[in-house]
């Protein structure tokens, strides 16, 4: 199993992450995303001196993760940055949470071309699992 993969759906296109763990899966969705944003990548490439905190609350984990997503596409769209992963924790209390920091660089058109426009994630196909093979996060993005 690869960390990360885009998949179709109609007009629009899925995204999906793998990890051993809960954060790992929202990490390496975080590069299927950014795939889709941008021409080309080399995940070794990318540095990540830009870090931001990023917080989120939901009742479900499929909703912690398109808010998750949501976020990150603003801090594309707000701060010009491309990011590469996510380090932190997701917690279940009365609500799940997610706490921690996202790291990558400034988008350079120039470095990495313009992919499609991610308008924003969406609830369909949205589904967080833990498999026997670890963890899955996965919803369709509207292009």
């Known amino acids: 199993m690869g960390k990360y993969e885009t998949f179709e759906h109609g007009a ?5 992450g793998y990890g051993e763990t809960l954060e790992e899966a929202f990490s390496n969705a975080l590069k299927a995303l950014f795939e889709l944003v941008v021409e080309e990548v080399n995940w070794d490439n ?6 931001t905190e990023v917080e989120a609350r939901a009742e479900f984990l ?21 990011l590469k992963s996510f380090e932190g924790k997701i917690e279940k209390n009365e609500e799940y949470t997610l706490k921690g920091m ?4 400034k988008f350079d058109p120039d470095k990495f071309g313009y992919g499609v426009e991610v308008k924003g994630a969406t609830f369909t196909m949205a589904k967080v699992e833990k498999t026997d093979r670890g963890w899955i996060a996965q919803c369709v993005v509207d292009v």
């Open 46 to 51: 990318v540095s990540e001196e830009y870090q």
């Open 62 to 82: 499929d909703e912690l993760f398109v808010i998750f997503i949501n976020k990150c596409l603003g801090i594309f769209y707000d701060e010009g940055v491309i």
């Open 12 to 16: 629009d296109i899925g995204i999906r």
């Open 102 to 105: 996202v790291k990558g660089e």
